[in-house]
């Protein structure tokens, strides 16, 4: 599945994307779409297709799916 995460800070999305290469898990910093609210305005998208708490990291602030409709939540962590 492909997503979009966005965080808390600049740091927390520069952190995760370091970490998802490392894993091995393709990914992108770009900026956050309009559409989408962000505290930093940068975000990460990524595939994933296992379990997406096995790569979650305090700073995430929501992981949207990507899809042919564009974003749809899959995870708000501002809770």
Known sequence: ???????FTHSGAIKFSRFLTKSGIANESSPVPRK?????????????????????IKDIEKIYFIDCNGYSLYKDFDD
């Open 36 to 56: 989408l609210s962000s505290n930093c305005g940068i975000g990460v998208s990524f595939s994933y297709t296992d379990d997406i708490n096995k790569i979650y």
């Open 1 to 7: 599945m492909n997503y979009f995460a966005t965080f």
